[in-house]
Nanobody
């Protein structure tokens, strides 16, 4: 079964940028929709963005529209989240998962896999 690993988190100043990567091992991401979620301390885990395998279905939470961009590179077996104009409110642990609302029935595999998360801290 595919396993997911997030990378790219770190400390950044407000207004800065980071690019997160969700990489796969044990399989390819070609047939998976991938979502990015985040969880701040004491809060629920919420979906930030997702993309289906066909890229026909793409979603952004209102709070990140115009600032974050999701993309996938099947040749590199990875999905990326480009985060620009970061705010302190974006501080959270970011997770990628195959379980997300962009999955297209009959096209994207229906399995639930989560990465371990990568911490993003936006602070001056």
């Amino acid at each position: 079964q595919v396993q997911l690993v997030e990378s790219g988190g770190g400390l950044v100043q407000p207004g800065g940028s980071l690019r997160l990567a969700c990489s796969a091992s044990g399989g390819t991401l070609d047939h998976y929709a991938i979502g990015w979620f985040r969880q701040a301390p004491g809060k629920e885990r919420d979906v930030v963005s997702c993309i289906s395998s066909s890229e026909r279905s793409i979603y952004y939470a209102d709070s990140v529209k115009g600032r974050f961009t999701i993309s996938r590179d099947n040749n590199k077996n990875a999905v990326y989240l480009q985060m620009n104009m970061l705010r302190p409110g974006d501080t959270a642990t970011y997770y990628c998962s195959t379980n997300n609302p962009c999955a297209e029935a009959g096209l994207d595999r229906d399995v639930e896999v989560w990465g371990q998360g990568t911490l993003v801290t936006v602070s001056s």
